[in-house]
Structures are given as structure tokens and as C-alpha cells.
């Protein structure tokens, strides 16, 4: 027959193994929280302005338009960390597809472009504001949490994001400003996490995942008068974006230089003879 582990040992003994015993439950029950199980996002959301496009025909040399907002807010809860570590929660966002072309009648179109992404070499690219690599921005956008911390901590990390460009009344290869531009068309993909980064290690946790697009058609007759030319076709409201329920991995590209606005390089496309870069990219 097995035997206690306790048999001849005096009751003296037997208490402090017990001790021991709950000392070590103990220990592991009040094991520190890891920064995942510490972080609850209390509410998150995501919208496009209602409002339509507008467009501005102040200019004799360009034409400006202003897409509605894109707008994600969370409400994120940190509970205390033991811990000495810092992380910043906040929001990247990266670009899927793009479509931007500027159609000049019979003589050909101008197009904004990303060549990686055009030519299928990434699945994305970075829309970072340019400095603040891979974050959105740092102002609204981030919140940083430095451990150790006492108490319990709540806050809002919120963007925002539209398209506001200014298209050339004449062809961009000319000297000349005579109006020849004829439509716009633009249809664009994004996609926007929110993100807990740790600042020492970049160990990286998705929270949330947005999908959100932006498409416009304006007609333009450039025999009307200035500030009768343009009219925005479709579409007059925009998809609502959505909050996925299973997120998506940050592809490699999405957290690195360049930024969209710096690798992407505007095209002439004439309808007879070769593509001409109008602007290079800056990275």
C-alpha cells in the first residue's frame, strides 16, 4: 500500500509544507497581468460623413474638391501594471487600392499612382503621416501607458482622414491653363487597425480591424463658365465602413517608409505615345 508523503513527519512539518503549499497558489493566482489581459476597448467606431463631395472652382488654374470624413474612435481601459514597460495604443491605417484618374477628352489622362501597389509588389502601403512611422499621427491619433501604474486608466484615441487634391484645369504637360479637363474619377481602399505597440520590444497586438473606401465621379464641361463646369455624379453618399470580426494581420509594407503620399508619382497618359512622369515619387 502507498504511503502519505506525510507519514512519520511531525505536525510541525506537516504545517509548514501546508504554508508553503498556499504560499506557492497564492503566488501564482497574483501572477502580473500581461498588457493584453489589461487592455479592454470599451467601445470603438467608425463613419463617413454623411455630407456629399464638394467642389471648389475658385481657381482659373486648378479645380479642388473635398471628399467627406472618414472618422474610427475608441474608447480603450488599462488596468494598472505592475510592470516597468511602455506602450502606445493608436491607430495605422494603410492603403489597398487606387484608382485617381484626371480624363482630358480625346487627349489622354493624368493619374495618381502607387507603383508597388499597381504593380502587385505589396498588398499595401503605409498612410502614415510621414514622421511618426507606422502611426496615423500622434496627436488624437495615439496614447501612450508607461508601467508601473496604481491606478486604472481611460482614454479616447480618435482620426480622421479625406481627400482634398487640386486637378488642373489644362493638361499638367502644358504651359497652358486652357480648360480641357473633361472628369474625375477616384476609388480608394483602406484598411485601419487599432494597434497596442510596445515601445521596447514592438511586439504588436491587433485590437481592432477596419475595411473603409472612397469613391467619386465628377463630370466636368470645360466650355461652361468658371464655377459652372464640374458636377459630382456618383456617389452622392458613401459606402459606411466596416468593423471586421475577425481581425487582419498588418501587412509588412503598412508599418514602413515610405508613406503613400511619398511613394506615390502622378503619370501623363497620353491617348497616342508614351506615359510621361509628371512628378516623381519623393521616396
Not at 42 to 48: G, P, Q, R, Y
Not at 147 to 168: A, E, I, Q, R
Not at 268 to 283: L, N, Y
Request: hydrophobic content about 35%.
Amino acid at each position: 500500500m502507498r504511503h502519505s508523503v506525510f507519514t512519520n513527519r511531525s505536525p510541525t512539518l506537516i504545517a509548514v509544507l501546508f504554508f508553503h503549499a498556499m504560499g506557492c497558489i497564492q503566488s501564482i493566482s497574483c501572477k502580473p497581468k500581461t498588457f493584453r489581459e489589461s487592455l479592454v476597448v470599451l467601445e470603438v467606431n467608425a463613419s463617413i460623413d454623411s455630407n456629399p463631395t464638394s467642389i471648389d472652382e475658385s481657381s482659373s488654374v486648378v479645380l479642388r474638391y473635398r471628399t467627406p470624413h472618414f472618422r474610427a474612435s475608441a474608447r480603450v481601459q488599462v488596468s494598472s501594471l505592475a510592470r516597468k514597460e511602455t506602450w502606445i495604443v493608436g491607430w495605422i491605417q494603410a492603403c489597398n487600392h487606387m484608382e485617381f484618374f484626371n480624363q482630358y477628352g480625346s487627349r489622354g489622362m493624368s493619374s495618381w499612382e502607387l507603383p508597388d501597389l499597381r504593380e502587385k509588389k505589396t498588398q499595401a502601403i503605409s498612410d502614415s503621416d510621414g514622421v511618426n512611422y507606422p502611426w496615423y499621427g500622434n496627436t488624437t491619433e495615439t496614447h501612450k501607458i508607461e508601467g508601473p501604474t496604481k491606478k486604472d486608466s481611460k482614454f479616447l484615441v480618435s482620426m480622421n482622414d479625406n481627400f482634398y487634391p487640386s486637378v488642373t484645369w489644362g493638361i499638367p504637360v502644358s504651359a497652358s491653363n486652357v480648360a480641357q479637363l473633361t472628369s474625375i474619377r477616384r476609388d480608394q481602399s483602406f484598411t485601419t487597425w487599432l494597434v497596442a505597440m510596445n515601445q521596447a520590444t514592438n511586439e504588436t497586438i491587433v485590437l481592432h480591424t477596419i475595411k473603409w473606401r472612397m469613391r467619386l465621379h465628377i463630370d466636368v464641361d470645360p466650355s461652361k463658365p468658371l464655377g459652372q463646369r464640374a458636377k459630382l455624379l456618383e456617389p452622392i453618399a458613401q459606402e459606411q465602413p466596416q468593423i471586421l470580426s475577425q481581425n487582419e494581420p498588418i501587412p509588412p509594407h503598412a508599418m514602413l517608409k515610405p508613406n503613400a503620399n511619398d511613394a506615390q508619382v502622378l503619370m501623363w497618359r497620353p491617348t497616342s505615345g508614351d506615359p510621361i512622369v509628371v512628378i516623381k515619387p519623393k521616396q
